[in-house]
């Protein structure tokens, strides 16, 4: 199969992390009919595109050429080469993936469009009744917020300007822009941890919903870190933005279904998780693989709230209640305490308890509450105070993964650093002092050896010491 060259392509370019995951090859899964998948998507993404006619429009030659080459054999797939603008403005397409947001759709041999203008050249090549899966990354998402300096490399350039004026500022003036285009917005996600390659998809009637609360939190919490250099682990101000109703806001990126008015058969849920698809029903919020979802708070903050009001008692019987049980070694951020006191598995158990016990160790430093336990050694008092005996955990990980993490491992050896110089100063002075007084005896001896008291005392010592030798060779010939 040989690319079609649309104009603007870009003949030494590739796009580098394209979007992915999971979750967007199962909403990808939805697309029906002609489908048109726009920017650098995963191979794999495309390929779960139930539909017989894909169209693919990517920028750079080199991943124009590699799509071509994936998908010689298989008929219906039509790769393209070239900027958005150039694609021809004729509603041929009954779905329009663009699941890697706009960003990555201009070209540097074509004028730079602006957001609005993309989505409109989007909407030109939909038919009538047709669907719109688009991305947006939020630009002061939890993921912004906690991202480090890192390099910027080429694969950061973007032909559409960061501060855009079109570009919509938040959830609601991008379903608004979408209905004053003539678009029913079916559904809108909220993306956790990062915009290309999201392990949790929400939407703000599940993230505003109290009952989900808990679940949620711990979904948050195992979705993972974003990718690039952190200052600190987002995922505690992600719970923290789930229970004063801002995770929708401040979500990395958001994801919606629109369409034009007219049939649509195929229902999409309020999330897609790792456990399965979030649907409301009238009987409650229901998961695939856990049936309705339960109502309780996540084990790991109720273990970090007992730690941070120092209330021990209630520490240890959360601690023992996990460790003692059938869960021990389920992470415990994977874990719901219900109502009742019970503890509800959300995902499946590690190969070890000490594992689990472990990571939560590391979970404490990680919350800013390393000044209430040792430097050293968290799993193994966490362990002693459970009153279940197990083997020393090994360590949570090699190196710390953010700024935060590595500065305060930085603060704990440096202390310990200062801890032992001053140690070894000590026994440097007391070492000096020793042999400051060694050679004072020294010299005083040698003074009193020289006196007539002192060499009759060593004539005396050295004839006893003649003496016993001589008793003990006499001893020695008797034998």
Sequence with gaps: MTPLLLGGEMPHWSDHDPAGGALLRELAGTARGHVLVVGPHDPDLIDAIPARQVTVLVRGVPDANALASRWSGRAGVQVCCGSL????????????????????????????????????????????????????????????????????????WSAYPAADP??????????????????????????????????????????????????????????????????????????????????????????????????????????????????????????????????????????????????RPEFRALLTGWQSGP??????????????????????????????????????????????????????????????PVDPPPAARATPSTLRELTAAHDRLAERLAEARSQLTWYEQRTATLQSDLSRAHRIITVLKATPGGRAATAVLGGVRRGRRLATAALRRLR
């Design 85 to 156: 603008e150039k694609l021809a403005a004729v509603p041929a397409y009954d779905t329009v993936v663009a699941l890697d947001g706009l960003g990555r759709t201009g070209s540097t041999e074509t004028a730079d469009l602006p957001w609005s203008a993309g989505v409109a050249q989007l909407l030109a090549v939909l038919r009538p009744g047709g669907r719109l899966l688009l991305s947006v990354a939020n630009p002061v998402g939890l993921h912004r917020l906690y991202a480090g300096a890192g390099t910027p490399d080429d694969a950061a």
């Design 166 to 311: 079109t570009r919509p500022a938040g959830l609601e003036p991008l379903r608004a822009h979408l209905r004053a285009a003539g678009l029913d917005v079916l559904r809108d996600w909220a993306a956790y941890p990062s915009p290309r390659s999201p392990a949790v998809l929400l939407d703000e009637d599940a993230l505003t919903e109290p009952g989900l609360h808990g679940y949620l939190t711990s979904a948050l919490r195992r979705a993972g870190l974003p990718d690039g250099p952190l200052l600190a682990d987002p995922r505690p101000l992600a719970a923290d933005l789930l229970r004063h109703r801002l995770a929708a806001a401040l979500a990395p990126a958001w994801i919606v279904a629109a369409a034009y008015p007219g049939h649509h058969p195929s229902p999409l849920p309020d999330g897609l998780l790792a456990e399965g698809q979030l649907v409301r029903t009238p009987s409650g919020w229901t998961l695939g693989a856990i049936g309705r979802v339960p109502a309780g708070v996540c084990l790991h903050d109720a273990l970090l709230a007992a730690a941070r009001t120092g209330d």
């Design 327 to 388: 869960h021990a070694a389920v992470s415990a951020d994977a874990l719901l305490r219900t109502a009742d006191g019970d503890l509800r598995p959300l995902s499946a158990p590690a190969a070890d308890p000490e594992g689990a016990l472990a990571r939560f160790a590391a979970a404490l430093h990680d919350e800013g509450l390393a000044h209430l336990w040792p430097a050293d050694g968290t799993a193994e008092l966490l362990a002693a105070m459970s009153g279940v």
